[in-house]
């Protein structure tokens, strides 16, 4: 398994950008998939899952609303919608393979800062 994100930069506050983890060695339709993030100097922090099979869907309270995640199964990459961004969204974001934060794979982490 293998997992690439891609997509992110900096933006100011109030600002969008879409995350996308490319997969390879798994189909994005057959496993549940999700997103966790790291700021500098602090623990993991579990963003969204999305359940396989079902799709069931769940978001961090910090996010809900404003965040969603998508899976395109036909290039086979799970995305991450991330709009109205506030400056305590800025941290390495992962793709992660699993529920909540029990994650078998993790990609490599792609930055977001938020700042005006």
């Known amino acids: 398994v293998h997992l690439v994100e891609s997509g992110g930069g900096v933006v100011r506050p109030g600002g969008s950008l879409r995350l996308s983890c490319a997969a390879s060695?798994?189909?994005?339709?057959?496993?549940?998939l999700g997103w966790v993030r790291q700021a500098p100097g602090k623990e993991f922090e579990w963003i969204a899952s999305s359940l396989r099979t079902t799709f069931l869907t769940k978001y961090a309270d910090a996010v809900k609303g404003r965040f969603t995640i998508a899976r395109d199964n036909a290039k086979n990459t799970f995305d991450l919608q991330m709009n109205n961004l506030k400056p305590e969204d800025s941290a390495v974001y992962y793709c992660?393979?699993?529920?909540?934060?029990?994650?078998?794979?993790r990609g490599q982490g792609t930055q977001v800062t938020v700042s005006s």
């Open positions: 992660v393979t699993g529920w909540g934060l029990d994650n078998p794979h």
């Open positions: 060695g798994l189909l994005v339709d057959e496993w549940t």
